[in-house]
């Protein structure tokens, strides 16, 4: 794959997360931006799936979840929005989630 081809790819990629971001401030309502958010993680998973970004979505999903509940608990982080567990904004692991997911496939693309 040619330099062109890999930016071009790796921007696709990102692309979601961007509108994701974008979201944050237009949705206010902390629910449904979640179901917006499982929404274009689904469609973005249907239109391209890889092999292994089911578990690195659930991965990146669990473990954003402790390490934001550590930030949060020790200071480092504090939240308006606090729809989960009243520490986070309900839909924060789904943004990460799929943000491992969009590392990964980066970082595949990059063929590191």
């Known amino acids: 794959m040619n330099l062109i081809n890999k930016i071009i790819n790796i921007v696709?990629?990102?692309i979601p997360i961007l509108i994701m971001i974008w979201l944050i401030p237009?949705?206010?309502d902390d629910y449904l931006l979640t179901v917006v958010y499982v929404g274009i993680i689904l469609f973005c998973l249907f239109i391209k799936k890889e092999r292994g970004d089911v578990f690195i979505f659930i991965f990146g999903?669990?473990?954003?979840i402790l390490s934001e509940m550590i930030f949060v608990s020790t200071g480092v982080e504090t939240f308006?929005?606090?729809?989960l567990f009243g520490l986070m904004p309900l839909w924060l692991p789904?943004?990460?989630g799929y943000g491992f997911v969009v590392i990964k496939r980066v970082l595949k693309i990059l063929e590191i």
């Open 12 to 14: 696709l990629n990102i």
């Open 26 to 28: 237009v949705i206010k």
């Open 61 to 64: 999903f669990f473990a954003m």
């Open 80 to 83: 308006v929005r606090n729809t």
């Open 94 to 96: 789904f943004l990460w």
